[in-house]
């Protein structure tokens, strides 16, 4: 009785949609499977054609789904005629049930709201879809790919400033492809032997430099004194939205899956960019030798572009350093990757792992 009930409810919607039937997949789709469930008899198994089971798509008291488990199926979940495969347009919805993806119309008529995001504790996908990017993003979609470094490579959208960026899953960890260049406030651009604010070309290469509190998203007092009860596991700092800066376990992590420190260099390290050396990029990494900032006496300067890549890590170890790893292309540790810990107001690169 109330599968029943619930089968005329949804008719009841739909059919007082009737003008826009036509042209909304989603209620073509619903209309063809209660059509379809009602001549057969209904069933809490899964159909033939990846179509859910009625449980599955009829909301119950405003509520758009039982769980993510049970979302309306994708155009590739589906039988594979025109009227009954949902098309591209779905949005993330969220409601007392969960957070699915829909249509933006179903969700409305069933009480839900329309949101950028889900929640990471109530779906998988914490990066946004094409249809939830907007501002300086807009029109872009999640996943398009482009060549990197002779590999294709998915990207996802910076949406503060409008940056896209490649990725590349490492065993169980997803890594950005290339470092972050966000402009944040005390950030630098190389310029051969020294650095700037503004020098386009280094960025779009090499990324952006950082300090450690920079880094961090902290106080720049941070850099000369302990904050370790201020950094989050994970600790997003200055990545993008659903990204945050590897702490010394997650390097660890990387390196291992890579051979070890000793080796793992030859496997992280783009094919071309640095001064000597035969480099694989096995697993798309694509490390570059962007160099780092120091603070000497006479102030501050990047060295070693073109040989040394240094990045941050979001491991506190002394009131003045932090946890790093390093890579160069001298003859004799090219294949390293390193660790240890730099002085926090030295400028690093940042790579982004997802959260």
């Known amino acids: 009785m109330k599968k029943y009930l619930g089968f ?56 758009v789904v039982q769980s993510s488990s049970s979302v309306l199926p994708s155009s590739s979940s589906v039988a594979s005629s025109s009227s009954s495969s949902l098309q591209s347009g779905l949005m993330f919805c969220m409601s007392a049930a969960g957070c699915v993806e829909i249509s ?21 996908s914490v990066v946004p879809s094409s249809s939830s990017y907007g501002g300086l993003c807009a029109g872009f979609v999640e996943g398009t790919e482009r060549e990197h470094f002779g590999k294709m490579k998915k990207q996802f959208c910076d949406v503060r400033d409008g940056k896209k960026y490649v990725y590349v899953k490492i065993g169980e960890q997803t890594w950005m492809a290339e470092n972050l260049n966000y402009a944040a406030s005390g950030s630098k651009c190389g310029d051969d032997g020294s650095l700037s604010d503004d ?20 106080e720049s007092s941070c850099n000369t004194s302990t904050c370790s009860s201020q950094i989050n596991s994970p600790h997003r700092g200055i990545c993008p939205e659903g990204w945050h800066i590897p702490s010394d376990e997650e390097w660890d992590a990387l390196v291992t899956y890579a051979g070890g420190s000793s080796t793992a260099g030859t496997k992280l390290k783009a094919k071309s960019g640095w001064s000597s050396g035969n480099f694989t990029d096995e697993h798309g990494f694509s490390a570059l030798p962007g160099g780092s900032g120091l603070f000497q006496q006479q102030g501050v300067f990047l060295t070693n572009v073109g040989n040394d890549s240094y990045w941050w890590s979001a491991t506190e170890n002394t009131s003045n350093g932090a946890g790093r790893r390093n890579m160069n292309s001298y003859s004799y540790s090219n294949s390293n990757v390193n660790g240890g810990y730099s002085g926090k107001s030295h400028l690093h690169s940042v790579r982004c792992v997802r959260d």
Do not use: K, Q
């Open 8 to 63: 005329v409810a949804v008719l009841v919607f739909l059919f007082s949609c009737a003008d826009d039937t036509r042209d909304n997949p989603y209620d073509m789709w619903a209309v063809n499977y209660i059509g379809n469930s009602s001549a057969e008899g209904s069933s809490s198994s899964v159909r033939t054609g990846g179509e859910p089971s009625s449980s599955s798509i009829v909301p119950s008291s405003g509520s």
């Open 104 to 124: 933006a119309e179903a969700c409305i008529a069933f009480g839900g709201e329309v949101v950028a995001f889900c929640p990471a504790s109530s779906s998988s």
């Open 199 to 218: 020098n386009t070309a280094y960025c779009d290469t090499y990324g952006r430099l950082y300090n450690w509190a920079t880094a961090m998203g902290f």
